[in-house]
């Protein structure tokens, strides 16, 4: 496949993935910080309608995934899957969920539903959506070693490495004693 029509079928994969995933966030109400909120309030006024949402995802996704994408070694655009080797339970992962659902449960948007909604023309939602730019920008110069967090301050394996190549080291942290 030449690289203009692969460019093309991009494109077009994105236009109709990105038009079925905000109508279906639209239409099932996960753009309604009032909903999800509401979904969230499980000791409260819980609203478990989003579970309905989300179950009837997985149950289209599922027999999809297990039918036709897991056996592809290539997605429709032409790019090869990668899947990653990190299936590990670690600080970085439990960190990143929790202010993950710090954000959800202040601000009744995730990333998914947000994009869905910038459309409407909300100075609440630009606001969400400029301010989760900032934090992926944030969270990438963490997880490169480049800009401490509060508290938790810089992301220790990453400096260990820095450290060491500037130290001139040959060995690899894993072999150091």
């Avoid at 999809?64 to 592809?72: Q, S, T």
């Avoid at 439990?94 to 947000?114: D, E, K, Q």
Wanted: glycine share 12%; net charge positive; charged share 10%.
């Amino acid at each position: 496949m030449n690289h203009s029509k692969a460019k093309i079928i991009r494109i077009i994969t994105g236009w109709v993935s990105g038009a079925l995933f905000g109508s279906g966030m639209i239409i099932s109400g996960m753009v309604d910080p009032n909903k999800v909120i509401a979904f969230l309030d499980i000791f409260g006024d819980w609203d478990p309608s989003l579970a309905f949402v989300m179950g009837g995802a997985l149950l289209v996704f599922t027999p999809i995934y297990h039918l036709i994408i897991k056996k592809r070694k290539k997605a429709v655009n032409g790019d090869l899957f990668t899947w990653t080797s990190n299936t590990s339970v670690d600080g970085t992962l439990i960190s990143g969920a929790v202010i993950f659902g710090a954000g959800w449960g202040l601000a009744g948007f995730c990333p998914g539903p947000a994009m869905a909604s910038i459309g409407g023309g909300s100075n609440i939602i630009l606001a969400f959506t400029l301010s989760m730019i900032v934090g992926m920008v944030h969270a990438n110069q963490y997880l490169a070693g480049r800009l401490p967090l509060p508290i938790v301050g810089y992301r220790k394996n990453i400096c260990a490495i820095t450290s060491e190549v500037a130290a001139g080291s040959t060995t690899t942290p894993s072999t150091s004693k």
